[in-house]
């Protein structure tokens, strides 16, 4: 048990399939409340459950073998496809905490089985049947969905025929034993029609979701849980823990908060995204910038990731803006909490354009200053990636300047920064009437042999002004 006034901050996930970015947020928000309580001198239980008892509800893309069969059987009855784990359930479980290893979240991991084997469910289960028509009523109530007077579905028995916990249904309970027969029909699975009894102490069943949670909460002394919003609209199962907490435990519920989704251009993400959807973007952005993009608007709000390459990198801008200065405080707080490397001492895009120009990393990090290769597997990624945006394609070919470049080399003095020395091509092109875009072009055209590319202070920057003058007029 835990002492009073220490906070048991609990997460938890179905492993349904691999990890996706909406994942994330399961256990990266619980992380930054257990980190502030720590900041602020208490030792709060961060625990984090994998709920691989739940049924196996469609196979995700990209998962090899064929997996259809065991449709509608608990994750971890259903075979691990890669051969490495125990079960299906326990496969993505790992899965999961692979990746909150990498962004740094170390919770206590529990697989909800250990939970059931260890009888922490029992007692309840015995009063939820010894009270059916209270939890009947309290499930009508707050799920907003009225249950026949038949209904017992206090648990989801597993079927001794073939193995099922989504189609079975609750017959009976005389005490000790649970009455079922296996007849629903979900969609995904149907029932082998089979009628059997389980005991309570075998544990071949799962309590209901709505029941379940508000238990565990109970028994693992859970002080603080959000989830997300759609756990949080009327009739979600926020509602049910609440009322399951007060009216048959006696209880305080634990305290909540909720999320908004993560959005993938525009769209919810859900396990349909396949496998390596998360590690692939993991490639592209360190994981501070992946934690700020979570933390930087409003915690209910939804966030829309753009993958897109130009998307990324304005994601990587944005963070190092607020990283050198940031726009307000919960920018500042979103840096905080995302745990920023000390090695972004140079701008990101400067160090990619410094890989296009260099050839290499080590001339990169040359060229840029930097004395430690924190950033060298984006940069290298990036460069190699067909997701880099066309602009950031560069090859240094300086050109013998002419009319207006020339005007602008011999107005400048060598001193000047990259944004300084844009400013003076501005003002030529003012006071001599060439168009801007076309000043612009032709000074693109005389350093790298295109009309157009990143931004010119970037890019005299990286190259340094002093070599650019001296190469054009060489
Ligand atoms: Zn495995
Ligand atoms: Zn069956």
Redesign the pocket.
Known sequence: MSRPGKHVIASAITTSGPTHLGTVEEFFFPSVITNRLREMGDDPDFIFIGDIMDAFDSVPSGVPGDLKPYLGKPLVDVPDPYGCHSSYGQHFLDDTVSFMHKLGVFPRVIPVTELYQAGRYDSYVKMFFERLPAVREILSVTSLKQLPDSWMDVVMPV?E??G?IA?TRVTGFDGEYIYYV?DKDVGYAK??G?SGKVSISSHKWKMAWRLDWPTRQAFLGVTLEGAGKDHHTRGGSWDTAEAIHKQLFGREPPLTYRWGFVLLNGRKMSKSQGVGSLSELMKYLPPEVLKYFLLRVDIEKDKNLDDSGEGLIRLIEDFEDNLKKPRDEKKRLAIHFSNPSPSWKVRFVSLLLAYEIEGTWEGAKRRMGLDDDYLKPYVEAWVKSDKLPEEYRVVYRPKKAEGIVLQWINSLTGKESGAEASQKLRDISSTTGVPIDVAFSSVYESIIGRKSGPRLSSLIDVLGLKRIIDDLTG
Request: aromatic share 0%; hydrophobic share 0%; with cysteine.
């Open positions: 079927c025929k073939c099922n189609t296996d029932g082998c089979h």
